[in-house]
């Protein structure tokens, strides 16, 4: 059996207008906070033992902004949680970063001598200076390059960049011009999001002040972006890159390993506030969203480790599977469907839904109305 490793590091060096994860720009705690990985990874047994049932196979640094801990201080927590776990088996390690923090010296002290990182998320965006500065984003539309040429030399020979559509003051030109970039710099990977607009996100709360206000932020309609996704779609395929879910692309043997287990159900720990843990079957664990706290955090065998869980009825397993599974191109199999066999004719009819080798899977135009698909196969009676 395989399993996955998760470090939430929630610190950012500012906060992007749209961003509703959990993080925080507290400074001057990144060997703190390292520390605090370290502590949890060995205070942690019994909900190691349940959601690290197997070998590790993929190792995630999340956030947040994980670049934000240093080359130096990333490297000494990677290298003491190997001591802890036995990493040996990892085919997948990846860091998100902004493009901002790759600079020489960070690769130098990062990658000299080696690393087991060997994939990195490097969060982009967007490539026209007027949406990143509205974004809040530290970086300008030339830096992402000059990052990637810096990872590449320093053997990062996988990389994947983040692109968001339906941005305020985005246009299709605009959205083009993103997409022609990305292709360009041949990275082997590409996530590419519709913006949600949170409601206590400071874009949300621009928005409501606005209507109120009675000033206008023009936002892509939703005609727009479902064109908007039909473009990169097509950019993107022409350029060699298969759709293998929603929102991500890859080249040829570059799918992301981890994320894919996510939708897969393998089980896989988290370490950090916020991050969450799986056991695989029908347990969820989560770690309180307070840096503070954290980092303050004793473990012991009598703490339980501090965590939340929650057991899934199999209901809630059932349409976990069924939300995940229709994400990716290889859809659901065809049996989590029995009872619902008119809603799945009428999805087939509609062209949303095609059956296949027994599953059954989001079409292209299905794909604009994933969230409608999913919502009228969920089961909603027994437990």
């Given at each position: 059996?395989k399993?996955?490793?998760?470090?939430?590091?929630?610190?950012?060096?500012?906060?992007?207008?749209?961003?509703?994860?959990?993080?925080?720009?507290?400074h001057?705690?990144?060997?703190a906070?390292?520390?605090a990985?370290?502590?949890?990874?060995?205070?942690?047994?019994?909900?190691?033992?349940?959601?690290?049932?197997g070998?590790?196979?993929?190792?995630?640094?999340?956030?947040?902004?994980?670049?934000?801990?240093?080359?130096?201080?990333?490297?000494?927590?990677?290298?003491?949680?190997?001591?802890?776990?036995?990493?040996?088996?990892?085919?997948?390690?990846?860091m998100e970063?902004?493009?901002?923090?790759?600079?020489?010296?960070f690769?130098?002290?990062?990658?000299?001598?080696?690393?087991?990182?060997?994939?990195?998320s490097?969060?982009?965006?967007?490539?026209?200076?007027?949406?990143?500065?509205?974004?809040?984003?530290?970086?300008?539309?030339?830096?992402p390059?000059?990052?990637?040429?810096?990872l590449?030399?320093n053997?990062?020979?996988n990389?994947?960049?983040?692109l968001?559509?339906?941005?305020?003051?985005?246009?299709?030109?605009?959205?083009?011009?993103?997409?022609?970039t990305?292709?360009?710099?041949?990275?082997?990977?590409?996530?590419?999001?519709?913006?949600?607009?949170?409601?206590?996100?400071?874009?949300?709360?621009m928005?409501?002040g606005?209507?109120?206000?009675g000033?206008?932020?023009?936002?892509?309609?939703?005609?727009?972006?479902?064109?908007?996704?039909?473009?990169?779609r097509?950019?993107?395929?022409?350029?060699?890159?298969?759709?293998?879910e929603?929102?991500?692309?890859?080249?040829?043997?570059?799918?992301?390993?981890?994320?894919?287990a996510?939708w897969?159900?393998?089980?896989?720990?988290?370490?950090?506030?916020?991050?969450?843990?799986?056991?695989?079957?029908?347990?969820?664990?989560?770690?309180?969203?307070?840096?503070?706290?954290?980092?303050?955090?004793?473990?012991?065998k009598?703490?339980?480790?501090?965590?939340?869980?929650?057991?899934?009825?199999?209901?809630d397993?059932?349409?976990e599977?069924?939300?995940?599974?229709?994400?990716?191109?290889?859809?659901?199999?065809?049996?989590?469907?029995?009872g619902?066999?008119g809603?799945v004719?009428?999805?087939?009819s509609?062209?949303?839904?095609?059956?296949?080798?027994?599953r059954?899977?989001?079409?292209?135009?299905?794909?604009n109305?994933?969230?409608?698909v999913?919502?009228?196969?969920?089961?909603?009676?027994?437990?």
């Amino acid at each position: 059996m395989k399993s996955g490793l998760y470090i939430h590091v929630p610190i950012c060096a500012s906060r992007c207008i749209y961003c509703d994860f959990y993080s925080t720009t507290l400074h001057g705690v990144e060997e703190a906070f390292a520390n605090a990985v370290l502590r949890e990874a060995e205070g942690s047994p019994d909900r190691t033992a349940a959601c690290m049932p197997g070998e590790i196979r993929t190792l995630y640094l999340g956030g947040g902004t994980p670049s934000q801990l240093g080359g130096r201080t990333l490297k000494r927590m990677l290298e003491e949680l190997a001591r802890i776990f036995d990493l040996s088996n990892v085919k997948e390690a990846t860091m998100e970063v902004n493009p901002e923090d790759v600079d020489e010296r960070f690769a130098q002290e990062l990658f000299d001598g080696g690393s087991i990182i060997n994939r990195v998320s490097m969060g982009v965006q967007s490539f026209v200076d007027e949406e990143l500065q509205f974004l809040r984003r530290r970086h300008n539309a030339g830096k992402p390059a000059e990052a990637i040429r810096i990872l590449r030399s320093n053997g990062i020979q996988n990389i994947s960049i983040d692109l968001m559509y339906g941005l305020p003051l985005q246009t299709m030109d605009s959205w083009n011009r993103s997409i022609d970039t990305a292709i360009a710099l041949k990275t082997q990977h590409i996530s590419a999001y519709c913006l949600s607009v949170e409601e206590n996100t400071p874009l949300g709360k621009m928005l409501k002040g606005n209507r109120e206000s009675g000033n206008r932020i023009t936002l892509p309609d939703d005609d727009m972006c479902v064109a908007m996704a039909a473009v990169l779609r097509k950019k993107l395929q022409a350029a060699g890159y298969i759709q293998y879910e929603i929102s991500n692309y890859a080249l040829p043997g570059f799918h992301s390993q981890h994320n894919s287990a996510y939708w897969d159900g393998t089980p896989y720990l988290g370490l950090g506030p916020g991050a969450h843990s799986y056991d695989g079957h029908a347990t969820r664990y989560w770690n309180q969203t307070d840096l503070k706290a954290y980092l303050n955090k004793v473990y012991n065998k009598e703490d339980s480790d501090g965590t939340e869980c929650e057991h899934l009825t199999e209901k809630d397993i059932r349409n976990e599977r069924v939300m995940l599974g229709l994400r990716t191109r290889r859809g659901i199999p065809a049996e989590l469907a029995v009872g619902y066999e008119g809603t799945v004719a009428d999805f087939i009819s509609r062209g949303l839904l095609e059956a296949q080798n027994g599953r059954l899977r989001l079409t292209e135009a299905g794909l604009n109305f994933g969230d409608e698909v999913t919502r009228e196969l969920f089961a909603t009676d027994g437990p």
